[in-house]
């Protein structure tokens, strides 16, 4: 009787496993990697221009969209919010805008709200990621570049590391192609850049975000383990297989869209992050050039 039970709880966590890394895998690797970034830049750019140019050079532009990512998720979901600030600069504390809301009770009747919250904390990677490419698709007649995407997140199910970083690499080139496909000396690159600077700056959910995520994602687990274990149990008692890899791919197909978005900002933000350590070069250079033997 233990052993059954054992191989049954291990065959639900094999089975839960292969479908959030299958499902979510790209999203959240995505995700994190991005939040990494951002700080990166924040900080690279603070040192080239200082804090306060940071947020009222590229504030502007990406606090409100992050804050509004926040508050039209919650909308949807009918979560209570109390405030909202889009833009509303604290240099001392750092906080330049935020979404007061009231976090559903842990009850059965509030699950829906619950992973509402959830999906409130992560919405500036996806309002983030939805103005990136908006405005690349605005500039550039590359269409493509949204299937690029969901090929290389594809990609990264079925092949080894090789092809994986070789295919994001592929993927980095061309969304910098089709930037500046008009040219080097057309404008629309540039305020492209300066956009893309802007949201990409604050595109990351901040910690307090991360942590009002925690409830909803913890509720989506277990209603995904319940799920799991109920067609587990039913495939033992039928005798038949467990239908593992289609839950996963159905789950893929849900966050797929997600998985393309923010594999494309990760590219547009890695470029802007080569674009500002070379401008900071260079101002190092020209800065000790001009100091004084």
Not at 160 to 184: E, K
Not at 195 to 206: D, F, R, W, Y
Not at 244 to 251: G, K, L, P, T, W
Request: aromatic share 10%; hydrophobic share 55%; glycine share 10%.
């Amino acid at each position: 009787m233990l052993q059954s039970l054992a191989n049954f709880v291990a065959d639900l966590f094999a089975i839960l496993g292969r479908q959030l890394v299958m499902g979510l895998g790209i999203p959240v690797l995505a995700g994190v990697t991005l939040f990494f970034l951002q700080r990166y830049l924040q900080q690279t750019l603070a040192r080239l221009v200082g804090w306060k140019a940071v947020v009222y050079y590229t504030g502007w532009i990406g606090t409100p969209i992050h804050e509004a990512s926040h508050y039209l998720v919650g909308k949807l979901f009918f979560i209570k919010i109390d405030e909202v600030k889009f833009f509303e600069p604290d240099l001392e504390s750092g906080v330049l805008g935020y979404v007061r809301y009231r976090v559903p009770k842990f009850e059965f009747r509030n699950t829906i709200k619950l992973i509402g919250t959830c999906l409130m904390g992560l919405a500036p990677l996806l309002g983030g990621g939805l103005v990136l490419t908006g405005g690349l698709l605005l500039i550039s007649p590359h269409e493509t570049l949204l299937k690029e995407a969901n090929h290389f997140a594809h990609l990264t199910m079925g092949s080894g590391p090789g092809d994986v970083f070789f295919g994001f690499l592929g993927l980095i080139q061309a969304v910098w192609q089709a930037i500046f496909h008009h040219g080097w000396l057309d404008p629309r690159p540039w305020l492209y850049i300066y956009l893309a600077l802007g949201v990409g700056a604050h595109l990351a959910p901040s910690k307090k975000d991360l942590e009002g995520a925690w409830p909803g994602a913890l509720v989506f687990l277990a209603l995904l383990m319940a799920f799991d274990a109920v067609g587990l149990l039913v495939a033992h008692l039928a005798k038949v297989q467990v239908p593992v890899n289609e839950v996963a791919q159905a789950i893929n197909r849900v966050t797929g869209p997600l998985a393309a978005l923010l594999v494309l900002a990760l590219a547009i933000n890695l470029g802007n992050l080569v674009i500002v350590n070379v401008f900071a070069r260079l101002v190092r250079r020209v800065r000790g050039e001009r100091r004084p033997a």
